[in-house]
């Protein structure tokens, strides 16, 4: 028996196993609960909330989106953000972007995670429109 005779089933098989590797890799990412020609979650906007609702469900570090005014300035960078319904929540605009587009007062939309504690709850403002 000639050494090439077994190198050739042994070669096959590799390049086999090397192929079908290389169709797992290169598919899309599976479990994020879309179909795979879908966009991945949590790239697009965030579904509007209102304050009460997220004070009462979201939890901490949830990205959510809210739509009121920035209403009053708590602290050198807390605001006092104020939705339709009255309801208010303190804003953080942290002090590492420029927020110079938002106006007092100016109807806007904010991207915010959710900052929970265990008494009481707070956004970081991560987008403003």
């Known amino acids: 028996m000639s050494p ?3 190198k050739r089933p042994l070669l096959a098989g590799l390049l086999a196993l090397s192929l079908s ?3 797992a890799l290169a598919a899309e990412p599976v479990g994020f609960g879309t179909p795979a020609t879908a966009t991945p979650q ?3 906007d965030a579904a509007v909330m209102s304050i009460a609702q997220l004070k009462a469900d979201a939890k ?3 990205i959510v989106a809210l739509e009121g005014r920035f209403v009053e300035r708590l602290e050198k960078d ?3 953000f104020k939705d339709r319904a009255g309801d208010t ?3 953080e605009l942290d002090d590492d972007k420029d927020w110079t587009h938002v106006v007092k007062d100016q109807p806007m939309k904010i991207t915010v995670e959710v900052d929970r504690d265990w008494n009481s ?3 970081e403002v991560i987008d403003a429109k």
Do not use: M, P, Q, R
């Open 21 to 23: 590797t290389g169709a």
């Open 89 to 91: 929540i303190t804003a």
């Open 60 to 62: 901490d570090k949830e």
């Open 42 to 44: 949590g790239f697009g």
């Open 78 to 80: 807390k605001y006092l």
């Open 121 to 123: 709850v707070e956004v």
């Open 4 to 6: 090439f005779s077994i």
